[in-house]
């Protein structure tokens, strides 16, 4: 039993012996590596993908300069600058001639004058007017009022003729544009026309029944300068006329001849006895009455009590007559006849004549006291 002790004990022995000597074996590799290889045997490995580029030879361009001197600079916008080739002589004549004709329309104001007839209309004799109108019946009426004047009428039956007539015409003083037409409106034949420089000296004017303040301003908006009511006035369409014809007529002469002197003091100061105080009280008192008289007859008008504004005019010819200021009498004799014309109310042209007679007045008696 002791032998097999024994032998249990040197098996033991043996086995920690071969245990210490795997031991020290261990140790001894280790210490003979260096620190970069245990960092590299420890280290975990990386895979490197390797990218292939491809190397484009460069080609250069060969690219005339111009001396930025002889180069136009355009600004688009504020701090933006746009270089360009030379503008041709084409452009330069187009953008010459726009600019001129720019300037070819103009507008005067419209004398006092009385009734209107188709007879005064023989005072634009020369002039020719585009219509476009749909309205065979308005046709006719224009063609009626302006017959025998020497006013030449090309009519278009809506804005697409009319356009396709200003293609090979442009000789006109207007167009009378109706507002509402098949195929192309008025509207939109209005907006092309003010958009081609050929046609800025042609003055377009409406044609439409449509008063409300934002039809009128539709109007304005596509190019419209002015706008004449239907059903049409004879009163109006003379003024319309006159307002840009440039023919000198009889009412320039009689219009220069009544303003050169709104109040005539001397004939005043004879009705009060050469009296020349009493005469200051009187248009001081007149200033005090009828300073505002523009206002009060508008007011009369819009509100269409033509009984009181015919009573009013009376008390201001009598009074203006007076005073010596006969062409603002000689003006309100003209409103008062013109009442009497309902259907064509050219007492409104009228009333903005004595407007202008009122303004003046006032100024030369303020002038004289």
Known sequence: MFNEFQKEIIVIVAIVVVIVIFYFIL?????????????????????????KVEVVPEIKEEVYEEPLSEIPVYGTEEGEFVLTSPISEDVLE???????????????????????????????AGERILVAEDNIINQKVLLGLLAGSGIDIVLANDGQEALDILENDTNFLMILMDAHMPRVDGFE???????????????????????????????????????????????????????YSGKETQKDEYIEATMTKILDTDRGLQTCGGD???????????????????????????????????????????????????PLGEVASNMKIAFGDTHEQSYFSIFDQYKKQHYRLMEEIKAYL
């Open 27 to 51: 140790k001894r590799n280790s210490s003979s590596q260096t620190p970069i290889e245990k960092s590299e045997k420890n280290k975990i490995p990386e895979i490197v993908i390797e990218e």
């Open 94 to 124: 187009e953008s010459t001639d726009r600019r001129k004709s720019d300037k070819t329309i103009s507008k005067r104001s419209v004398p006092g004058h009385g009734k209107i007839t188709k007879q005064n209309f023989s005072e634009f």
């Open 189 to 243: 034949a209005t907006r092309i026309i003010r958009s081609n420089p050929k046609y800025d000296h042609i003055v377009v004017v409406a044609l439409s029944g449509d008063t409300a303040s934002d039809d009128i301003q539709k109007m304005k908006n596509a190019g419209m300068s002015e706008q004449l009511e239907k059903p049409l006035r004879m009163e109006s369409l003379y003024n319309i006329i006159y307002a």
């Open 276 to 326: 020349k105080e009493f005469y200051r009280e009187i248009l001081v008192e007149f200033m005090s009455d009828y300073g505002n008289s523009s206002d009060i007859l508008g007011e009369f008008l819009r509100a269409n009590n033509m009984h009181a504004a015919d009573a009013y005019l009376l008390d201001i010819i009598g009074v203006a007559e007076n005073i010596g200021a006969h």
